[in-house]
């Protein structure tokens, strides 16, 4: 008897997708860092990732670039959050490059790699307005370029940027075109060329598509948008090669009762300390799924694959669907699928009360 909830991977589609990326990014000379930091490093997905052409595997945590080594030994690794400084000595060990903002940690990892007889390189991040990591002063990043030139135990292999993961500022012309601007000015100050002008993640394959990215950029860090089309709804695009179904989660419905929909009494916060604002939607056919925040996060991001289910909310444990305007009759011990956004498939990667099953 099959277990639930469960999350289903098709590798095949992962696969496919990874080498549409790959082939839409080459047109233009762009190489891929495929990240798997969304699906937490599930082994399967990297090895879907390497066969599809991802030759840099990404993450931001050292664990999972740590699986990738001991798996893969020949496939190059990067290191996307900035390190720890208690992290440095792993980080040489499982990462063959790493995103840099810091240049006290700089120092501490040249020390290291000199000790070791080996050499790091490294990506030197820029703040161009998300607010998130990287160096905002441009003499700053000027003089930190040249302090990695010149250390023994590291390689300037170039300067990078992030936009909208945390301050949802959109990749563009202007900031992508300052990015290279930064990189140019560098390159004069140290007399060679970089090898990689690293121009974000997913949210930059909108411009690449609309054919805005500045043609110095070439370099991204893709991950969701390779396991996933979630960005198609917040994005003014659409990549029809790709597939959205690779990640399915599929959960039994637990209860199924007529209630209604405008909670009755004095209303506080949920669970989770936030106050929700309800739609009085009358009597309806709700359901109860057993599966929840602790393993899928927002399940309001949820896609169901039963067009005329509506997602209501839920709780830790639980999520609430109306099954109203079904013309499936569901019934308790019947299954739903969804699809899934990015947040949610970060849960329920990481869950280990949700089944995984490969196709």
């Not at 008897?1 to 549409?20: C, E, F, G, W």
């Not at 399967?44 to 050292?62: E, F, M, Q």
């Not at 820029?126 to 990591?133: H, I, K, M, S």
């Not at 590291?154 to 990078?160: A, D, H, V």
Request: glycine share 8%; proline share 3%; aromatic share 8%.
């Amino acid at each position: 008897m099959s277990q639930y909830p469960k999350l289903v991977i098709d590798l095949k589609k992962l696969k496919q997708n990874a080498r549409t990326i790959v082939k839409l990014c080459k047109k233009q000379n762009i190489k891929v860092a495929g990240v798997i930091k969304g699906a937490n490093g599930l082994l399967p997905v990297v090895n879907a990732y390497c066969d599809g052409g991802i030759k840099t595997i990404s993450s931001s945590r050292l664990e999972q670039l740590k699986k990738v080594r001991e798996m893969w030994p020949s496939a190059e690794t990067l290191m996307l959050r900035i390190p720890m400084r208690s992290e440095v000595d792993n980080l040489v060990k499982y990462a063959d490059i790493s995103l840099q903002s810091e240049r006290e940690t700089l120092t501490k990892i040249d020390k290291i790699c000199v000790e070791k007889n080996c050499q790091h390189r490294v990506i030197l991040m820029v703040d161009l307005g998300d607010l998130r990591e990287g160096f905002f002063n441009e003499e700053e990043l000027y003089n930190a370029a040249l302090q990695v030139e010149k250390a023994s135990g590291l390689f300037l292999e170039g300067i990078g940027t992030n936009l909208g993961c945390y301050g949802s500022i959109q990749p563009d012309e202007t900031n992508l075109g300052q990015l290279c601007r930064f990189a140019e000015q560098i390159e004069k100050n140290i007399g060679r060329k970089l090898d990689v002008i690293s121009g974000g993640a997913t949210t930059s394959l909108q411009l690449l598509l609309k054919g805005g990215m500045p043609s110095k950029i070439n370099h991204l860090r893709i991950g969701d948008g390779i396991l996933l089309r979630d960005m198609e709804y917040y994005f003014d695009f659409a990549l029809d090669e790709m597939n959205g179904d690779t990640f399915k989660i599929y959960a039994e419905i637990i209860e199924k009762k007529k209630k209604p929909t405008y909670p009755i009494g004095t209303i506080g916060v949920d669970a989770f300390g936030n106050r929700p604002e309800y739609v009085d939607e009358g009597i309806r056919v709700r359901a109860l799924l057993g599966v929840g925040r602790q393993d899928i996060g927002d399940m309001t991001k949820l896609h169901p694959c039963d067009k005329r289910i509506k997602v209501f909310g839920g709780s830790s444990d639980h999520t609430i669907i109306d099954l109203t305007k079904c013309s499936n009759d569901y019934q308790v011990g019947d299954v739903v699928s969804f699809e899934m956004e990015y947040e949610n498939l970060l849960y329920a990667t990481e869950s280990p009360y949700i089944k995984k099953e490969y196709k």
